[in-house]
């Protein structure tokens, strides 16, 4: 079946540190992988997607690689700042199903200024 | 813009009545709107999928008469828990597509925190 595996949090980093967070998936075919981030009493925001191998998704800093030959979607940030504190979902639609999406459990990042 | 809303954001009822969540799409038509339980440190777990118009696509071991689904416009989807128990305490959170916008990405309400006591 389907599946999403991520890092368990918490993650704890200092301001201007170098952030991964990473994320493998389980899926037949070829899935879309998805970013997603929620901000303390917030909902989900995309925050970058990839549709195909090699593909990289980037937005505010953020950064992932489809990987087909790991099955991996790893986030990675040069510099978080203390703004960047939320939960980080990696997630993925299969190829068979349009919006079926599959999250991973989430990894909450904490920076310290 | 692609904003949802959930009302209520928090609830609290006693065991055997029941709750109403509502989930707005404000800005844009949503034919389609999902339904997600996210337990304690756990991940968003996809309990069904509502289509204007139609009735709800129920996900293997969600119960349709528990929790009843209506999408009666095309910006507005409500989930009801009927009979609540403490045991569907939890976060629910709504998304929607916007199919103008991409056919592969939700966006998401805030959720609704429910405690059955």
């Known amino acids: 079946g389907n599946s999403v595996t991520q890092m368990e949090g918490p993650v704890t980093l200092s301001e201007e540190a170098f952030l991964t967070i990473n994320c493998t998936y389980t899926?037949?075919?070829?899935?879309?992988l998805f970013w997603y981030v929620q901000y303390p009493g917030e909902g989900l925001q995309l925050l970058l997607k990839a549709t195909k191998a090699d593909d990289k998704g980037s937005n505010k800093g953020f950064e992932a690689t489809y990987r087909k030959e790991t099955t991996s979607f790893h986030l990675e940030k040069g510099s978080v700042q203390v703004s960047d504190s939320a939960v980080y979902f990696c997630?993925?639609?299969?190829?068979?199903?349009?919006?079926?999406?599959?999250f991973g459990s989430g990894t909450r990042l904490s920076i310290r200024p | 813009g692609a904003v949802v809303s959930q009302h209520p954001s928090r609830v609290i009822c006693k065991s055997g009545t029941s709750v109403k969540i509502e989930c707005r799409s404000l800005d844009f038509q949503a034919t389609t709107m999902f339904w997600y339980r996210q337990f304690p440190k756990k991940s968003l777990m996809l309990m069904a999928t509502?289509?204007?118009?139609?009735?709800?696509?129920?996900e293997q071991g969600v119960e349709k008469d528990k929790f009843l689904i209506n999408h009666a416009s095309l910006t507005l989807s409500t989930l009801t828990v009927t009979s609540a128990h403490p045991e569907d305490s939890s976060f629910y959170i709504c998304?929607?597509?916007?199919?103008?916008?991409?056919?592969?990405?939700?966006?998401f309400g805030p959720g609704t925190r429910l405690t059955v006591l």
């Open positions: 997630a993925l639609i299969p190829y068979s199903s349009a919006s079926k999406i599959i």
């Open positions: 899926a037949t075919g070829y899935p879309s």
């Open positions: 998304s929607a597509r916007n199919p103008g916008l991409s056919t592969d990405t939700q966006y």
């Open positions: 509502s289509n204007e118009g139609s009735k709800a696509t129920y």
